[in-house]
């Protein structure tokens, strides 16, 4: 079964930082890889989609990489803003429909 | 653009009773997700439906079932509530083999 892991838990920075986040991945067979963000008590806004022929994307101060054969997709936020604090979320298809979560990374920005 | 609704945002339902969470979207998505959110545990999959009718068990279905009665509406029925069910509820929806979107969320709490 898939397993999605993300380190750091948490991570606060101050305001104007380039900072990444990490996730990993445990079986390589993915057919795309979805970073949301979640805000307190709030659904899950979707960040960026990335199959799983494509090796980034980028929207806004956003960029994501994937690298399947480790594993691994990293999420790089440009110039860090107090309104980027929230929990941002990793997640991987593998199988038909369903997506595998990771327990997520809790950001704080601080001004 | 998507919008994925549901029909509680906050839910308060004693032991024993039946409950009902509905969820709708107004794209034509062919697929619809139910997850429940726990701290620690991330996001885990109760049930999913890829058409009308149509449902294949998630990772946690114990103690759920669903309908799918019409593409837009997909209803999470806890037939006799528990304390152990109280958590975030969260819908989502997505076209066959891309992302997906998700609801604001209820929060059930089970007396």
Redesign the interface.
């Known amino acids: 079964k898939q397993e999605v892991t993300q380190i750091p838990a948490a991570l606060s920075v101050p305001e104007g930082e380039n900072l990444v986040l990490n996730c990993s991945f445990t079986d390589s067979a993915i057919?795309?890889l979805?970073w949301?963000r979640q805000d307190p008590?709030?659904?899950?806004?979707?960040l960026l989609?990335i199959q799983s022929s494509q090796r980034e994307q980028t929207s806004g101060r956003l960029n994501a990489s994937l690298d399947k054969s480790s594993g691994r997709s990293t999420l790089y936020i440009a110039a860090s803003q107090p309104g980027d604090s929230a929990t941002y979320?990793c997640?991987v298809?593998s199988g038909?429909?369903?997506?595998f979560?990771?327990?997520?990374t809790r950001l704080t920005v601080i001004p | 653009d998507v919008k994925v609704t549901q029909s509680s945002r906050y839910l308060v339902k004693r032991t024993g009773e039946k409950v009902f969470l509905e969820c709708v979207q107004d794209m034509d998505h062919e697929n619809m997700f139910w997850y429940r959110q726990d701290p620690g545990l991330g996001l885990r999959l109760i049930y999913f439906s890829y058409d009308v009718k149509m449902k294949e068990k998630g990772d946690i279905p114990e103690g759920y079932s669903v309908s799918r009665e019409k593409k837009e509406r997909f209803s999470l029925i806890l037939e006799s509530a528990s304390t152990n069910q109280t958590s975030m509820y969260l819908c989502a929806s997505s076209p066959l083999g891309r992302e997906q979107f998700f609801g604001p969320g209820t929060r059930l709490t089970v007396l």
């Open positions: 057919y795309n979805q949301f008590g709030k659904g899950l806004t979707s989609l979320l997640a298809r038909a429909n369903n997506l979560f990771g327990t997520g």
